[in-house]
């Protein structure tokens, strides 16, 4: 909006806010109302200074005193509160999806990008206080440490074992025994969330030859599903996927699990792993520092697994299955240690309250030099992100998948030239079945 509209940008920052939260690293260019907020603010502390020192000599007598109150003063009146929440682990990606070179070069231009942040607000929240640790530690550098952890509930009305007395519920249930019965098989897992490379389904349809008695369900949809469905036929293991849910066939696809496994090695919180701890559903995770912090106190220590080892994440579902088969108490998640929506805007609030009483009215040189420079990538990015969403468009959802799709159909097709006889062959057949 800031770039098709520049003007829009001055209509928000002469609307008065008591507190401006911008959701990273989602929108990119509200990084800019951030800087404008805090540039205005320093500037004003500034000028209520110069023109303090400009007055006559029995003025200056009272400076001391009145100095001692101006920054009081502008405290007051230097609103909003500039807040951060940050919600994706790009370190992660980079290290995980980037070799080489490339790698470094990932990583200069995320802190290029985003390094203005600490510089330019107050306060940096994240779904949990080990979610990109990288980034954080760059508002930690002061003695006051501008940190602290945006909670996400679940709506403990939607997503509840009571869900399956629904009308979705008794449907999802038929469909699970017929499905169970079809495969042979005795227990369903679930998986919910996007169908994409980082969030290491292939690795769960990978361990199921280990668990012979487990079908899956797998909730979403996304780029990677081809790759998943074709994975799927290789191993021979049952997996159905069920596309994207919305609403109560939603709310009650939970319900039918025997377990619920999320993969992902990557999340900043993993919203689908509270849902179905809400909806009393045994879950099994990567021992990974995120999943460890945030639901450390609702899973058995067993149901971690070590990442990447499919033995011990066979172990890990295979122990959460067997309490389930024994109707074990152990690992039944406890509602009262979840989040509502109600608990966290509470706590969301109060970190405001701490944003607002640590507002920062500096602005180092070093960061007025930086900025120019920053400004200008972070336009580029800007830009560059737009070319580059509507390209991805027009390879239906996924450049990746699109280049694999044609390159795969480009090898079938000289494949199958290369099954077809020579041209003089088919002419000599046809020359000597005329004779």
Avoid at 195 to 206: A, N
Avoid at 269 to 286: D, H
Avoid at 382 to 408: H, K, M, N, P
């Amino acid at each position: 909006m800031m770039i098709v509209n520049p003007l829009h940008l001055l209509e928000l920052l002469s609307t008065p806010y008591d507190v401006v939260h911008v959701v990273m690293p989602a929108n990119i260019s509200c990084m800019w109302l951030l800087a404008a907020f805090k540039i205005y603010r320093c500037c004003m502390v500034r000028l209520i200074l110069i023109v303090t020192l400009s007055r006559g000599p029995l003025v200056k007598i009272l400076i001391f005193f009145y100095l001692s109150l101006v920054q009081l003063i502008v405290k007051q009146q230097s609103k909003p509160a500039l807040v951060v929440s940050w919600h994706c682990n790009i370190v992660d990606y980079i290290q995980h999806f980037s070799i080489g070179p490339m790698r470094f070069i990932g990583y200069a231009c995320f802190f290029l990008l985003f390094g203005m942040l600490p510089m330019i607000s107050d306060r940096v929240l994240t779904p949990t206080r080990k979610s990109e640790p990288r980034l954080v530690r760059l508002w930690k550098r002061e003695v006051n440490k501008r940190s602290g952890v945006c909670f996400t509930g679940v709506n403990k009305t939607e997503f509840s074992p009571d869900a399956k007395d629904s009308e979705w519920g008794k449907n999802w249930a038929a469909s699970k025994a017929k499905y169970l019965a079809k495969v042979n098989k005795k227990h369903l897992i679930v998986c919910v969330g996007r169908l994409s490379p980082e969030k290491g389904v292939d690795e769960l349809i990978k361990v199921l030859p280990r668990l012979k008695d487990c079908a899956l369900w797998l909730v979403g949809d996304g780029p990677h599903r081809p790759h998943l469905e074709q994975l799927a036929r290789d191993l021979n293991v049952p997996v159905q996927f069920l596309g994207y849910q919305s609403g109560d066939a939603l709310h009650s696809v939970y319900c039918q699990a025997d377990l619920f496994v999320c993969p992902s090695l990557t999340e900043t919180f993993g919203q689908t792993v509270n849902e179905a701890l809400a909806s009393q559903v045994r879950v099994a995770l990567p021992k990974v520092a995120v999943f460890a912090e945030a639901y450390g106190a609702a899973i058995p220590g067993d149901a971690f697994w070590k990442p990447l080892d499919q033995a011990d994440m066979a172990r890990a579902i295979s122990r959460q299955l067997s309490r389930h088969a024994e109707n074990d108490s152990e690992g039944v998640p406890n509602l009262s240690k979840l989040k509502s929506w109600p608990d966290a805007c509470e706590a969301l609030l109060q970190e405001y309250h701490d944003a607002f009483q640590d507002r920062q009215h500096t602005f180092t040189w070093f960061g007025w030099m930086y900025f120019p420079i920053w400004w200008i990538f972070s336009a580029m990015t800007i830009i560059s992100f737009f070319i580059f969403s509507q390209i991805r468009t027009f390879c239906g959802g996924s450049v990746r998948l699109f280049f694999r799709s044609s390159a795969e159909s480009m090898l079938i097709k000289v494949a199958s030239l290369q099954r077809l006889p020579p041209a003089n062959s088919l002419h000599r057949e046809k020359g000597q079945q005329a004779q």
